[in-house]
């Protein structure tokens, strides 16, 4: 029994096409896989692997290169914060801080206790005029305030019943 | 597409001249509304009326550099393409923004799409390519979908795809998503991740003209360098050259960020003071406050005091003051702030953001961060300081395969350099004067 569906495999083994060579099927292989088990496990990075007829442990080492690849369990909604510069400089430590002590985690590796959220801080995500912003569901929110963010947490709590 | 309250930047009244011209017209990243208002035409002009040389011939003759960082004449760098090797060739597009401070490229693709992609098909013809590779990075989810959506209907309306406006040439324009790795902005280590590997620098030669992506000849462009294109085509390079200063032609886009009244993406003719675009287009200081130090172009360029706004955006002006232009992203810092706690905050990027494949990069970063930390908490100050005079030395000069070393390297020395006041109370008496209060790491 593999971690990864039968149908999500098939989909990965079709990437390769898409490009000029195999190797760069490998990132949105990862991604779909991260998609669906909700962070790299080593058996689905073993089983990327074999479908693309990669080695596993080059499979990894593509995966832990990167800040969007997660080797460890992460919240279904992963707050990631922009703490470089020019966001520091209008107040993103404060707003990190506080989602922390929001959702009750320490640091990125920790999930909360409703296994919600995660957050973490990162380097400049591009979207400076906005400042303090950050990335959440594949979404940019801007020119964040502590009411903000929690409204932000507060929808997806209730979101959740 | 942003609401236009929600534009930041050069758009309707206070639209530059050529890269955001059209900006704040509704729908601009639509089609229609592209065509309109005269998109596509220069693509047309060049395909069915120009040919490859005498495309690269307006663009030399545009004096337009690279707008990613480098500065390199992009006319220059399409000439290194062997035109008439066989087999395939490729154009990839750096849209993998992200030097800190910078945001044009995001405004660039999230207001006019096709402006991106009828100045990639531009460029593929030039260069002979028929499949173009838009490496965007992957937290840009929204430039991701506009372009998508964009590159179906140019190629639902004949712009892309097959036998084009009936001249028998083909383009196609295909999107690949970083992961987040700021090293992929560097063009070779990009390539590595297009390839589906660890994204570090190679070594050149071989150049990615002569072997690039997938061993090909393979043209990599910036955003903001391939949207100038239609313009030019449009209405020449030597219309294009009447702009901006003897080195550095045109105007570019800025993104002013930090402590100013008006953070934004503006476009400006080179040449113009930053005091322009600080005080001028993003309102300067915010109330009460005055500007101390700003980053003129990217976190990798060297700081220069507030005392010289008056400074040019000349790319030659700013080689002689030891900076340079960059990534066009202009960070501004107030008296509120302590400098030293900003290069810690850079070098902290630096060091996370090495790829580790050279030594002094993978350790100087490391290495400078913990010096801070301890000039920060008051521990052995005149030591750290001495230190990190010897790790700045260290990083630069060559001494690694890419830049991102020699960057982390100039932020240590141009702040020292400009403020070494800052860097000896902290050392010397455990003071931060920019907050006066007692520094806390």
Not at chain 1, 69 to 89: D, E, M, Q, W
Not at chain 2, 252 to 263: A, I, K, L
Not at chain 2, 325 to 339: A, E, K, L, P, R
Not at chain 2, 344 to 369: D, M
Request: aromatic share 8%.
């Amino acid at each position: 029994m593999s971690t990864l569906s039968e149908h999500l495999l098939r989909e990965i083994r079709e990437l390769p096409a898409k490009f000029p060579q195999l190797r760069s099927a490998v990132m949105p292989a990862l991604d779909l896989a991260q998609e669906e088990v909700g962070h790299l496990t080593p058996e689905a990075m073993s089983e990327v692997a074999a479908a693309l007829n990669l080695d596993p442990g080059y499979v990894e080492g593509v995966a832990t290169f990167y800040t969007l690849f997660h080797t460890g369990p992460i919240g279904k909604h992963r707050f990631y914060v922009c703490t470089n510069l020019s966001c520091a400089l209008r107040g993103a430590n404060e707003i990190h801080g506080h989602i922390k002590a929001r959702i009750g985690v320490e640091g990125p590796e920790e999930v909360s206790a409703d296994g919600l959220f995660s957050v973490e801080p990162v380097e400049c995500l591009g979207a400076c005029e906005y400042a303090p912003m950050l990335r959440l569901d594949h979404a940019y929110h801007y020119d964040l305030t502590i009411e903000k963010v929690d409204a932000l947490i507060e929808a997806r709590r209730g979101a959740k019943v | 597409m942003a609401p236009k309250s929600e534009l930041r930047g050069s758009h309707g009244k206070t639209a530059g001249p050529v890269l955001t011209r059209w900006f704040g017209t509704e729908n601009l990243h639509r089609l229609d509304t592209y065509v309109k208002k005269g998109g596509y035409a220069s693509w047309r002009k060049a395909l069915t009326q120009m040919t490859p040389a005498a495309i690269t011939d307006e663009v030399k003759a545009s004096g337009l550099r690279g707008r990613g960082g480098a500065g390199f004449p992009t006319g220059q760098k399409w000439s290194f393409i062997p035109r008439d090797m066989p087999g395939e060739k490729y154009v990839v597009v750096n849209a993998d923004e992200s030097e800190p401070g910078t945001a044009k490229d995001r405004y660039l693709m999230e207001n006019c799409p096709h402006m991106l992609l009828e100045g990639i098909a531009i460029a593929a013809f030039a260069v002979g390519a028929n499949q173009a590779w838009v490496y965007i990075r992957g937290e840009y989810d929204r430039p991701y979908s506009m372009l998508t959506e964009a590159i179906a209907e140019a190629t639902k309306a004949g712009h892309l795809g097959t036998d084009i406006y009936g001249s028998g040439y083909d383009v196609d324009i295909r999107l690949y998503r970083g992961h987040g790795a700021y090293i992929c902005g560097e063009e070779t280590a990009l390539l590595e991740s297009l390839e589906g590997k660890r994204a570090q620098p190679r070594s050149r030669p071989p150049f990615p003209a002569i072997k690039g992506a997938w061993g090909r000849p393979t043209l990599i462009n910036n955003v903001e360098t391939l949207s100038t294109l239609p313009w030019i085509i449009e209405n020449g390079g030597a219309e294009y050259a009447k702009l901006g200063t003897e080195q550095s032609r045109g105007t570019r886009m800025f993104t002013v960020s930090g402590h100013v009244q008006r953070p934004g993406n503006y476009e400006m003719e080179i040449g113009r003071p930053f005091r322009d675009l600080i005080e001028g287009m993003a309102g300067g200081a915010l109330p009460g406050r005055r500007l101390k130090v700003f980053w003129p172009g990217g976190s990798s360029a060297p700081v220069l005091p507030a005392a010289m706004l008056d400074t040019t955006t000349d790319t030659e002006e700013l080689k002689r003051l030891g900076t340079m232009g960059g990534s066009g992203g202009v960070i501004v810092m107030d008296d509120t702030y302590c400098v030293v706690r900003g290069a810690h905050r850079l070098l902290q990027f630096y060091a996370y953001e090495s790829c580790g494949k050279c030594t002094p990069c993978r350790i100087g970063g490391n290495w400078a961060v913990r010096a801070y930390e301890r000039l920060l908490a008051g521990e052995d100050g005149p030591a750290q300081l001495a230190l990190l005079d010897r790790i700045q030395a260290g990083l630069q000069n060559g001494r690694c395969l890419c830049g991102l070393g020699d960057s982390a390297g100039w932020v240590i020395e141009s702040t020292m350099n400009h403020f070494r006041n800052e860097y000896e109370e902290h050392a010397h008496s455990n003071v931060c004067s920019a907050t006066g209060a007692m520094a806390v790491a």
